[in-house]
């Protein structure tokens, strides 16, 4: 299913570092799939992996040359998420800013909303 509105903005940055990693990793033409998952500090957790089919219950989306899928599931609390990649003297990594987040923990990848809370894990 196509999107008529993005759920996830990914910079030009980003979609830049997916394209390199996708070369890395032999998954050229592959789908970035981003995804929420249950855990973390603050009981959901973000995820972003390649995918090689898309499901009659995914949004699919285009940006920067890059085909995103989010399932139907996520897509509301994914809503307006920029995704960007940060390089600095420290390295680099990408960044997420979720508006429906209301609670994050400080790893960065860990979060809730007002509507899910999901279940927390011990941080180590």
Known sequence: MTSEKHVIDLTEAA????????QHNEEEGA?????????GCS???????FDKSQSDDDFVDEQHG????VS???????MGTKID???????????IDNPNAIA???????FRTAKVEGTPEVCE
Not at 31 to 39: M, N, S
Not at 104 to 110: D, H, M, R, V
């Open 31 to 39: 789908f970035l799939r981003v995804a929420v998952h249950g855990g």
């Open 43 to 49: 009981g959901l957790s973000y995820g972003m992996n």
């Open 66 to 69: 890059l085909k995103i899928l």
């Open 85 to 95: 990649y940060k390089q600095s003297l420290m390295g680099g990594g990408f960044t």
């Open 15 to 22: 979609a830049f570092r997916v394209k390199e990693m996708q």
């Open 104 to 110: 994050s923990c400080g790893c960065g990848t860990s």
């Open 72 to 78: 139907r599931e996520d897509a509301p609390i994914l």
